[in-house]
C-alpha cells in the first residue's frame, strides 16, 4: 500500500486542475482524509480561501509566503498530524484489547436517543448468542426482553453472579 504524506501544500493553480479540486480528489482518498492540506495563492479573493477550506484545506496562505510563517505553520500541522497518529495508535492497541477480551464488552451511545449499541465485542456475542448485525444500534435493554428462561438470560446471570462472587478479578 503507499504511503500518505504528513503534510499536503498546494497552490491553487496547478497545472491541470484548481488547488480546490486536488483537494477535493484527495479528502476522497482514505489515506488522504487526515492529512493536513495547506493551500497557497496569489489570489486575495476572500471567495477562494473560503471555497479552500470548504473543500478541506486545513490551513491556507496568500502570496507572497512569509518563510517564517510557512516555517511555523507546517511545524503546527505536522504536529497536529502526530498527534492524531499516536491517537490512532492508541485507538488501535484499545480496540485489539477490548475484542480479545474474554469479557463480554457492549457500549451504547448515551447521546443518541434509545441509547443504541454501538459496539459489541466477541465475547458479548459468544455469551448473549447474538451476532454484532442482531445487535448494533439496538437498544441495550433489547436483552430483558428474553424471558427468565431463555439460554440467554440464563448465562448472562451466571456471569453476573460469577463476577459478584469474584471469579473474574
Known amino acids: ?28 482518498d482514505p489515506r488522504y482524509r487526515h492529512v493536513p492540506m495547506m493551500m497557497l495563492t496569489g489570489d486575495g479573493d476572500m471567495t477562494v480561501r473560503l471555497d479552500a477550506i470548504r473543500a478541506g484545506a486545513t490551513d491556507f496562505l ?17 504536529a497536529l498530524r502526530r498527534a492524531q497518529r499516536d491517537a490512532a495508535t492508541r485507538e488501535e492497541l484499545l480496540e485489539t484489547v477490548i475484542e480479545a477480551s474474554s469479557a463480554s464488552i457492549a457500549i451504547g451511545d ?16 459468544r455469551l448473549s448468542g447474538y451476532s454484532r448485525a442482531e445487535a448494533l444500534a439496538k437498544n441495550c435493554r433489547f436483552l430483558s426482553a ?24
Open 110 to 125: 448515551a447521546t443518541m436517543p434509545e441509547t443504541p449499541l454501538i459496539y459489541v465485542n466477541a465475547a458479548f456475542e
Open 62 to 78: 496568500t502570496k507572497p509566503v512569509n518563510i517564517e510563517e510557512l516555517r511555523l505553520r507546517v511545524g503546527n500541522l505536522l
Open 146 to 169: 428474553e424471558p427468565e428462561t431463555s439460554a440467554v438470560r440464563q448465562a448472562l446471570r451466571r456471569t453476573i453472579d460469577a463476577r459478584a462472587a469474584g471469579a473474574f478479578r
Open 1 to 28: 500500500a503507499a504511503r500518505a504524506f504528513d503534510l499536503l501544500i498546494l497552490d491553487y493553480r496547478l497545472p491541470d486542475r484548481t488547488g480546490i479540486e486536488a483537494i477535493c480528489q484527495l479528502r476522497a
